[in-house]
């Protein structure tokens, strides 16, 4: 067995500081908070760019239904101003009913 199972084998109160005290240990231990910091940044960039597209999506779609309320509303002044042209409009889109 190597020196480091050796005193992984035989902790008791005093053999953690002198695991702490291994090269080895000690470049494992580095290397683990090294990979916890980059996948903590790593997520806050996920989560910022999610954060960014969900929110210019919205935007987006925002414009897009001011743009529909403001020609509906154009709309609305159109038969407001001249309600036969609705009217006209409506009865040459029906279509004429046949009898036998």
Do not use: A
Request: aromatic share 8%; hydrophobic share 35%.
């Amino acid at each position: 067995m190597s020196e480091l199972q050796d005193r992984l084998h035989s902790v008791d109160g005093e053999g953690d500081q002198q695991l702490l005290e291994l090269p080895e240990l000690g470049m494992i231990v580095k290397f683990c908070v090294h990979l916890h910091v980059f996948f903590l940044f790593l997520f806050c960039d996920i989560l910022e760019n999610e954060w960014k597209t969900r929110y210019e999506t919205q935007i987006e779609l925002n414009g897009q239904l001011e743009r529909q309320i403001s020609l509906i509303h154009e709309r609305l002044e159109d038969i407001r101003g001249n309600p036969d042209m609705f009217k006209k409009k409506n009865q040459t889109n029906k279509k004429p009913t046949q009898t036998f």
